[in-house]
């Protein structure tokens, strides 16, 4: 490969076909619009090191994304674009209610439940239907309620909840989330008055 002096080349050191799929995920912290991610699994053969990528699509420039270290295997998820065509947003509403009362001798264990209710809301532009993922951060203390849909995918940080989005409509899901909390209340000094 000759280069000339001052100038730069890309030199491709392996090629690979690999099936790939477009995911639009969208969480509260992405702003109004779902990015568009190429996902796949990196079955070239060959570690895949950091670095820039240029995505194509139907034989032209679809953007730009970073490529992560990703081993042999490993699933590779490029954020290229936005999605301007789709709108979403999550309405959430809280509530809390009083679960149970323990009282000891001293003191006065106070079980709480807590109710997280996010409606989740996509409005398409699209001519045709499309599928937007959306993710809420998952907390290890918290659990989607059983009477919500369950999550398509479950990962460390996020459970995410796939919609499928007809043409020129909107969707919406509804999922809860749900914990309790324990705060423990001294009982020295309150007359049985207060306490009831």
Known sequence: ISIARGGTTMVPLTA???AARRDRPWSDARGLHPDV????ENGTGVVLEEGPAVVYDDGGYAGEAMVPYSARG?????????DLALRCRDERRYERSLHALRFGDRDCVESTEHRQRHRL???SDHEEAVT???E??????REIAPTSAPPT????HAWRFAVEVPAGATATLEVEERWKTLSRV???????????
Not at 37 to 40: C, D
Not at 74 to 82: G, N, P, Q, S
């Open 16 to 18: 690979a076909k690999d």
């Open 121 to 123: 809301i996509a409005e």
């Open 74 to 82: 490993a699933e590779v998820r490029l954020a290229f674009a936005r």
């Open 132 to 134: 937007v993922v959306f």
């Open 37 to 40: 991610v190429l996902a796949f």
């Open 136 to 141: 809420i951060p998952r907390d290890p203390n």
């Open 186 to 196: 001294g009982l020295d000094g309150v007359a049985s008055h207060q306490v009831h």
């Open 153 to 156: 995918e479950t990962s460390a």
